[in-house]
Nanobody
Framework: VQLQASGGGLVQAGGSLRLSCTTS????????MSWFRQAPGKEREFVAA????????FYADSMKGRFTISKDNAKNTVYLQMNSLKPEDTAVYYC???????????????WGQGTLVTVSS
């Protein structure tokens, strides 16, 4: 399974971006999918997850109300809509897929290459 993340870029504080993660080899309906992020010098942290069915989502506290994760099984794509972006959201964002609906990076088997999001103040 290969994951391809895209959609990152430079945005001003308060702005929005939508990240996409497309899978090949298997379909997103087979997996729970998530987004993690890693800022320079920091550990990779959980952002959001969606269950394999798409019926359940979970967010890190600092993203609740600002980020929305969704999946389009027909397009084999998972999205992360990010609104009200803050400079502290600056990081490389990674999508991940796995059999377990989890916030732990250790539970995910497949990872995309990451896409850089930079939020300017």
């Amino acid at each position: 399974v290969q994951l391809q993340a895209s959609g990152g870029g430079l945005v001003q504080a308060g702005g929005s971006l939508r990240l996409s993660c497309t899978t090949s080899g298997r379909t997103v309906s087979d997996y729970s999918m998530s987004w993690f992020r890693q800022a320079p010098g920091k550990e990779r942290e959980f952002v959001a997850a969606v269950s394999w069915s798409g019926g359940a989502t979970f967010y890190a506290d600092s993203m609740k109300g600002r980020f929305t994760i969704s999946k389009d099984n027909a397009k084999n794509t998972v999205y992360l809509q990010m609104n009200s972006l803050k400079p502290e959201d600056t990081a490389v964002y990674y999508c991940a897929g796995g059999r377990v609906y989890s916030i732990r990076k250790e539970d995910y088997d497949y990872w995309g290459q990451g896409t850089l999001v930079t939020v300017s103040s």
